[in-house]
């Protein structure tokens, strides 16, 4: 189960970036800027599980390689599966369980809020269309949509700190937090982080509506004093008129802007983020890894470490045999060559035979046996 540790890694990487805002810059007040860093660390925090820095192996003596005791690893987990396959049952299903029922409930709230507009009537006020909510005071905006109750005062200003909202598109940072939310229920830290998103929103609108110049800070700070019982009609909506961040609101509108130099504390997250990757790759079986730091050079060195040693070259491999050759088929539309005439058969020249000499008696080798002796006739009686 992999994609355990991954998570586990991730909502890590969160909780050492929220703590770094919550300790260098969350008292500043470019608030943008905060802005900027609560989303891009929360969306790195899920990106840097698949960095590793596997040089940190042949550093450290005595580390221990993950990738090299996998086998081991996945060999006995098969032999233990049997035992633990309630366990391995029971986890999933609990995490999925609970992150399929959060987000079953962010999409009951989106459409909650399209069926208000749905059902509500549309109105202008001074070329700016908005949908009327007659029985709250509570104005609030979701992406391009404006909820606003027609009679409310000082329309004028709500109309301009929620254009804020639509404009920066508050309400996608909103949305993305609670999905991540989902996936990540157990994390103590992310209500904490939507909070402060949140409040960072309203930050920037309040700043931006307060800076017209028919309207001063202290009398935009006694209008949300004065309108501070709204109550929020969804948990994806954050009405200008909150009181649950109305006292942080009234104290950063007077606050002096922090200096520039502050924007410098932002240098200190490069070590930590170097000494969590390193952490997590001593701490963590990297299965899921897509990025080796420094992967090249040690593959490099072992090479040349394995080049040293002497080694006899692979024997030639015999040529492939020729397929035989297989006469092309006639097409039908082809005309068949005509036939061959038979060839007359080649005359053969009999060689002529050597005359072989005679040989006299003379000229034999050979003993010539003697002749046969004459006959004896009988002596007859007189």
């Given at each position: 189960m992999n994609w355990i540790y991954y998570i586990l890694e991730a909502n890590l990487y969160l909780l050492a970036f929220y703590g770094f805002y919550r300790w260098f810059l969350k008292q500043e007040t470019f608030y943008t800027l905060n802005r900027v860093y609560l989303l891009a660390s929360t969306l790195m925090a899920f990106l840097l599980p698949v960095v590793q820095a596997g040089f940190l192996y042949s550093l450290i003596p005595g580390s221990w390689n993950h990738d090299a005791a996998s086998a081991s690893l996945s060999a006995s987990a098969e032999d233990a599966g049997i035992r633990y396959l309630s366990f391995e049952f029971l986890v999933?299903?609990?995490?999925?369980g609970i992150a399929c029922f959060l987000c079953i409930r962010v999409l009951c709230n989106v459409f909650a809020i399209l069926f208000l507009a749905y059902k509500a009537k549309n109105n202008t006020y001074r070329e700016v269309e908005y949908f009327e909510l007659s029985q709250t005071e509570?104005?609030?905006?979701?992406?391009?949509?404006?909820?606003?109750?027609?009679n409310a005062a000082e329309k004028d200003?709500?109309?301009r700190h929620e254009q804020v909202h639509m404009q920066q598109y508050h309400s996608l940072d909103t949305l993305l937090l609670e999905i991540i939310h989902a996936f990540s229920w157990f994390n103590p830290v992310l209500p904490y982080l939507k909070q402060d998103l949140s409040v960072l929103h309203e930050f920037i609108a309040d700043d931006l509506t307060s800076s017209a110049p028919l309207l001063e800070k202290h009398d935009y700070a006694m209008l949300l004093i004065q309108n501070s019982l709204g109550i929020p009609v969804n948990a994806l909506t954050k009405p200008i008129y909150n009181h649950s961040s109305l006292k942080q609101r009234i104290k950063m509108l007077n606050q002096p802007k922090s200096a520039s130099r502050a924007r410098l504390s932002l240098l200190l997250l490069l070590p930590v983020t170097c000494a969590m990757i390193c952490t997590s790759t001593l701490a963590f079986s990297k299965n899921y890894k897509l990025i080796d730091l420094y992967a090249g050079s040690?593959?490099?060195t072992q090479?040349?470490?394995?080049?040293?040693?002497?080694?006899?070259?692979?024997?030639?491999?015999?040529?492939?045999?020729k397929a035989p050759r297989v006469p092309k088929a006639l097409?039908?539309?082809?005309?068949?060559?005509p036939p061959r005439a038979p060839k007359a058969p080649i005359a053969v020249k009999a060689a002529p035979i050597p005359a072989v000499p005679a040989i006299g008696p003379k000229e034999s080798h050979m003993p010539v046996p003697p002749p046969p002796p004459p006959p004896v006739e009988p002596s007859k009686k007189n």
């Open positions: 999933p299903a609990t995490y999925f509570v104005a609030f905006s979701f992406f391009g949509m404006l909820f606003l109750n027609p200003i709500i109309i040690q593959a490099g090479t040349i470490r394995q080049d040293t040693t002497k080694r006899l070259p692979p024997p030639t491999p015999p040529p492939p045999a097409n039908r539309h082809d005309n068949p060559p």
